[in-house]
């Protein structure tokens, strides 16, 4: 992915035969997952286009399964979102780039020196066994994102992993997997992350953030974090306490479901109850079999995924939640309304469902012994003989008169 | 605890009022709250259940808050079988007559005791569970409100689901909120009638239960 010759972008387009008029299309989408009117898509096409080089990037691989670079790299046909990465000036991308062994490790250590460059970031950083549990040429995962991530202008979390240890950190976590924000706090390094979670991450939301950089901040770090619109989502790692993740607004501030085709379905309460019945083949609601739409906040009905053709929901199958934080935790089993409750290992996991019915029936059960007791005991009815003074009361006189 | 009389001055018909409208509201959001918590039958009704949850869940505040300013204005009975009266909210507090009762009101409904506790207006537990809705009504609120999309970004509610980890367990514990209520409305619904039915005859009939002897 390292650049021979920076050609202009269009030529690079021209090259992989995508037109000028796929090129606007598609200018559009990420005007839209940015949160821009589609009518920006000239100038963001201008931007992509009048820049000379984007800034050097080191890719750089934690504890993940690659899913995330799969999901950029899946060049079957010229795509726009891969052309556009390959001309961020990627130095370093361990699955894809050319250069190999010392060569290519070497790469980081210039692009270090050379400064004003940007890491992405894939896959969990795994602490455990002190850090131990992920070597990349013989030195650990960690302080390799520690020492790229100190230079850096900014670092982008790409994939749930990155962002808050993904389902890597999921129960129990034996690899002590964690997030970059999460890691960073626990260095002491300041460097801004942007986090875009999804597993894996969607290319396009990789894409709408170099526009931001580009178009509105003028590759100026600062100023793109400036203007950038935010939301803060917070969680508590369970190594590392509490953190604070910064992410783009416009692709993770609305709820699935407040943007989802089947919506009508669900208000009309037409549900799929069962995988292969006709209203599944209806295109019915995913509510009842799980889909997380509701608490999980991306806009992959508006962008959605593989090249815009389309996205889980519209798929057939519920949202697991992906976007979501500690997300395989919190929203499995996939294809319950509810997560699990996690009770330990001698209760296991229970759905809040069946809890509340053993506790109603319990409650149940029990008044009705009462009642039993309470008729036994004589006391329906007139009730029972009442005391003429409180007990308290007769023990304090009665400890008077034994004064006297 | 059973024989005394029931006379209106406990329950003036202003609360015979807000009682019936908590009661209504409660069975609406508890039956729309299970059909939002999981759809139990088609035929378009999400879109009525959520309609019914969210008309319920103001009325309910909105009795809730009067309720309790007219506590301050409104005179009820002190005392059970009794027509003498005070402001609400002293009968409504616990009084005089429940203090160091509340252990021999346990003991009393465990079977430790034979004799019945003297009281205020109500038991010591009573009071303590009747108190606990507001807090509780509050609370389902909140956790309602975080996950309604309108209110979930405002900050103190986006705060609130980061604390609990996320709007999954934010529902969660609202779900179980309600299993709450359905406990206590079990409770009390058992507590009240257990002697015999005088006790709702005033509440929902606001038909007076003289005392023995008297017709
Ligand atoms: C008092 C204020 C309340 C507010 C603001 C409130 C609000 C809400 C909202 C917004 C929802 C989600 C609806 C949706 O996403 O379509 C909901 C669901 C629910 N509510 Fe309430 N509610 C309140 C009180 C109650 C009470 C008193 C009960 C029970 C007696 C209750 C039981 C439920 C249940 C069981 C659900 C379904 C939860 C799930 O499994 O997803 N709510 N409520
Ligand atoms: S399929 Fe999922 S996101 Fe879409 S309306 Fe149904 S519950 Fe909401
Ligand atoms: S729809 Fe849900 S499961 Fe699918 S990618 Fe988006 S967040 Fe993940």
Redesign the pocket.
């Known amino acids: 992915m390292a650049h021979e010759g920076h050609n202009a972008l269009h030529d690079l387009l021209t090259v992989r035969g995508v037109t000028r008029r796929d090129f606007l299309k598609y200018c559009g989408s990420i005007a839209a997952a940015l949160g821009m009117s589609e009518t920006m898509a000239p100038q963001i096409a201008a931007a992509l286009e009048g820049a000379p080089k984007l800034m050097p990037t080191l890719w750089l691989n934690g504890g993940s399964c690659t899913g995330c670079t799969e999901s950029i790299a899946q060049v079957d046909s010229p795509d726009v979102a891969t052309i556009v990465l390959d001309y961020l000036s990627t130095n370093y991308f361990e699955t894809i780039m050319a250069a190999a062994g010392e060569q290519a490790e070497k790469q980081i250590e210039e692009t270090i020196a050379e400064g004003g460059y940007i890491v992405i970031y894939e896959g969990s950083v795994m602490t455990g066994q002190d850090g131990n549990t992920l070597l990349v040429a013989g030195k650990k995962g960690t302080e390799i994102l520690s020492e790229a991530a100190r230079g850096a202008a900014a670092v982008i979390a790409v994939g749930s992993c990155a962002v808050d240890g993904g389902w890597v950190y999921g129960y129990p976590n034996p690899a002590e997997a964690t997030g970059v924000q999460a890691w960073l706090n626990h260095e002491g390094i300041t460097t801004p992350v942007v986090n875009l979670p999804t597993c894996p991450v969607n290319p396009e939301w990789i894409v709408a953030m170099v526009v931001q950089l580009l178009l509105v901040a003028d590759r100026d770090v600062a100023a793109f974090v400036e203007k950038t619109e935010w939301v803060t989502r917070s969680y508590t790692d369970r190594k590392y306490g509490a953190v604070d993740l910064l992410m783009p607004k416009g692709i993770f501030g609305q709820s699935i ?1 407040d943007n989802c085709p089947r919506r009508g379905h669900f208000e009309n309460g037409e549900f799929v109850t069962e995988f292969g019945s006709k209203e599944e083949a209806m295109g019915y609601c995913l509510y009842k079999v799980g889909c997380k739409g ?1 608490q999980t906040f991306t806009n992959c009905p508006v962008v959605r995924w593989n090249r815009r053709t389309s996205w889980c929901v519209e798929a057939g199958s519920p949202c697991i939640g992906c976007g979501g934080l500690n997300w395989v935790d919190n929203n499995s089993p996939f294809f319950h ?2 997560a699990d409750m996690q009770m330990g290992d001698a209760l296991g996991n229970v759905q ?2 069946s809890v509340g019915a053993v506790v109603g029936g319990v409650a149940a059960a029990a008044l009705v012994a009462h009642g039993l007791g309470m008729k036994a005991a004589g006391r329906v009815g007139d009730g029972p003989p009442m005391e003429e003074m409180k007990k308290y009361d007769r023990k304090r006189l009665a400890k008077k008169g034994g004064d006297k | 605890m059973g024989s005394h009389a029931h006379y209106r001055e406990a329950h003036p018909l202003v609360f015979v009022i807000t009682h019936y409208i908590n009661l209504i ?2 069975i609406m ?2 039956f ?7 759809p139990f039958f088609s035929a378009g009704f ?1 879109g009525v ?2 309609g019914m ?2 008309v ?3 009325v ?2 909105i009795t809730l808050v009067f309720r309790i300013i007219a506590a301050f204005f409104v005179k009820t009975a002190t005392q059970l079988g009794s027509r003498e009266v005070d402001t609400d909210i002293k009968n409504w507090l616990p009084q005089a007559e429940n203090k160091h009762q509340l252990f021999e009101t346990v003991k009393y409904y465990l079977f430790f005791r034979k004799e019945g506790v003297i009281s205020g207006k109500y038991g010591s537990l009573q009071k303590i569970a009747y108190l606990a809705t507001i807090p509780l ?2 609370i ?10 309108p ?1 979930m970004n405002a900050g103190i509610f986006a705060s609130g689901i980061d604390m609990v980890g996320g709007p999954m367990n934010m ?2 514990i ?2 179980f ?3 709450v ?2 406990l206590f409305t079990m409770v009390h619904a058992y507590l009240a009638n257990i002697y015999n039915f005088a006790p709702s005859k005033i509440i929902f009939l606001w038909k007076e239960t003289l005392p023995e002897g008297k017709h």
Request: net charge positive; with cysteine; charged share 5%.
């Open positions: 479901h509701p309304r509810l809040p469902g | 509201c409660m959001l508890a729309s709250g299970f059909y939002i918590h999981f999400m259940a959520r949850h969210f319920a869940m103001y309910i505040l009504t509050f389902q609120a909140y956790t309602g409100f975080a996950i309604y999309a209110f529902r969660i609202h779900y909120g309600m299993w209520f359905i």
